[in-house]
């Protein structure tokens, strides 16, 4: 049995919000708390596995777990691209180069390993262990261009965050009227929503003086914990209709 959402517009709503709020989440801890990058990392990567291991040991699909794991990558993802980006020095610019290239080296090895990218049939530990790992650094990844977008580039959190939109638009207008491999346009889309994220809790969190809407990590994220909590909620009980549709991951 599929262990996975299906993938419908309702699903990448969810997943903007929930790395949305990894973004805040994780700026609240090592930032707000003043707890630090590498201590968070290795708190947020705990988590990760923690919420990892019981969605392996799971034997079916249950949204709250899924997503759960989904904010946890997240969230790690934020503290990892910040650690290497600001603590080890490598800044923005090296650290998406180096997350690109590992990203990349992740997808070839579960292309030759397994002969497709697909998310159409993950039911074995294998599949699993790619699938999330390919996700926790597709979300570090996402970081860490979303920071450049915003810092680096001048285009700042705003413009940054339209670039993201802009781009999405693209991957969803070739959805519909080009032939392009539509696991290609799942796993663009995928990778592009987390620095859409990224940009889209900078604005949420800076101040105004730094062109965001000052609402800070704490506010940002009891707004988007309840707007995910909600969707959650409304997943679990659409899935557990007498009747309902078992998961499908038709990209």
């Not at 903007?16 to 990058?37: F, P, Q, R, W």
């Not at 914990?225 to 009980?237: A, P, Q, R």
Request: hydrophobic share 50%; glycine share 10%; with cysteine.
């Amino acid at each position: 049995m599929s262990k996975l959402p299906q993938i419908t517009a309702f699903f990448w709503i969810m997943k903007i919000c929930a790395t949305t709020l990894g973004e805040t989440a994780g700026d609240l801890l090592s930032m707000t708390l003043n707890v630090g990058y590498a201590i968070s990392s290795m708190i947020l990567i705990g988590v990760f596995l923690a919420t990892l291991v019981t969605q392996l040991i799971s034997k079916s699909y249950n949204p709250l777990l899924y997503w759960t794991v989904i904010l946890s990558t997240s969230t790690a993802g934020t503290t990892m691209s910040d650690f290497m980006d600001r603590t080890l020095g490598l800044g923005y610019a090296t650290g998406t180069t180096i997350l690109v290239t590992i990203l990349l080296a992740i997808l070839v090895f579960w292309r030759f390993s397994v002969g497709s990218l697909s998310v159409n049939n993950i039911k074995t530990p294998k599949l699993e262990l790619l699938y999330w790992t390919t996700i926790l650094f597709s979300n570090t990844l996402g970081t860490a261009l979303g920071d450049f977008l915003a810092d680096s580039s001048g285009l700042g959190f705003a413009g940054g965050a339209l670039l993201i939109a802009g781009l999405l638009a693209l991957v969803l207008a070739a959805h519909y009227y080009t032939q392009i491999s539509q696991v290609i346009l799942f796993w663009i889309a995928f990778v592009l929503t987390r620095p859409f994220g990224a940009t889209l809790g900078d604005i949420l969190t800076k101040s105004h003086a730094k062109g965001g809407l000052d609402f800070g990590t704490i506010g940002s994220s009891i707004v988007l914990v309840s707007i995910l909590g909600v969707c959650i909620l409304f997943t679990t009980l659409k899935h557990k209709k007498p009747g309902a549709a078992r998961p499908s991951n038709d990209e």
